[in-house]
């Protein structure tokens, strides 16, 4: 079975802080890596896409790494703001799907 | 990026009704859509795939004369929800995808509340 995982489940980190979001998987036979942000009560904002060829993406203050003989994904957010905060999923394509994890809470405070 | 337009964003409805959620890709071609189902504080179930012109692929354990999926143009998808139980009450977000593509665009969820 295919499964993700996230840690840590609620983060809370003082403004200006780098911080590390962790992402397992199972099945390393991925098409690719999507990190996403989802704000209370909306969708999903796409923030990095890996592809299973690549190690990483960077985009901004968020650099996202992929290391499929882990099983491990890492988001990292540098010098955090309050306006980060949000629910930060991963999902893993396999064939046409994606399958998240449950996703981190991250609160940063002012 | 693209975008998905989801709609209502909020909804409640009384048990036994049937209430219907569009999904619309504004400026790309959707050539699959998927629609998720999400609890509090878990994560995106995906219930059913679809591909314009064809039937919905359901997920195991969705039951499908109930979650009635409908993609007939490359720019609309619809979820109906028939015969409302409160269990159903949950937050449903569609996604729509280019063919050839890896992104996934979504829309921002419909919170269905069924009393």
């Known amino acids: 079975k295919q499964e993700v995982t996230q840690i840590p489940a609620a983060l809370s980190v003082p403004e200006g802080e780098n911080l590390v979001l962790n992402c397992s998987f199972t099945d390393s036979a991925i098409y690719n890596l999507q990190w996403f942000r989802q704000d209370p009560g909306k969708g999903l904002t796409s923030l990095l896409l890996?592809?299973?060829?690549?190690r990483e993406q960077t985009s901004g203050r968020l650099n996202a790494s992929l290391d499929k003989s882990s099983g491990r994904s890492t988001l990292y957010i540098a010098a955090s703001q309050p306006g980060d905060s949000a629910t930060y999923l991963c999902?893993?394509?396999?064939?046409?799907?994606?399958?998240f994890g449950a996703g981190t809470i991250l609160r940063v405070k002012s | 990026g693209a975008v998905v337009s989801q709609h209502p964003s909020r909804v409640i409805c009384k048990s036994g009704t049937s209430v219907k959620i569009e999904c619309r890709s504004l400026?790309?071609?959707?050539?699959?859509m998927f629609w998720y189902r999400q609890f509090p504080k878990q994560s995106l179930m995906l219930m059913a795939t679809?591909?314009?012109?064809?039937?919905?692929?359901?997920e195991q354990g969705v039951e499908k004369d109930k979650f009635l999926i409908n993609h007939a143009s490359l720019t609309l998808s619809t979820l109906t929800v028939t015969s409302a139980h409160p269990e159903d009450s949950s937050f449903y977000i569609c996604s729509g995808r280019r063919t050839g593509r890896p992104e996934a665009f979504f829309g921002q969820g419909t919170r269905l509340t069924v009393v």
């Open positions: 679809s591909n314009e012109g064809s039937k919905a692929t359901y």
């Open positions: 890996i592809q299973s060829s690549q």
């Open positions: 999902a893993m394509e396999y064939g046409n799907k994606l399958v």
């Open positions: 400026d790309f071609q959707a050539t699959t």
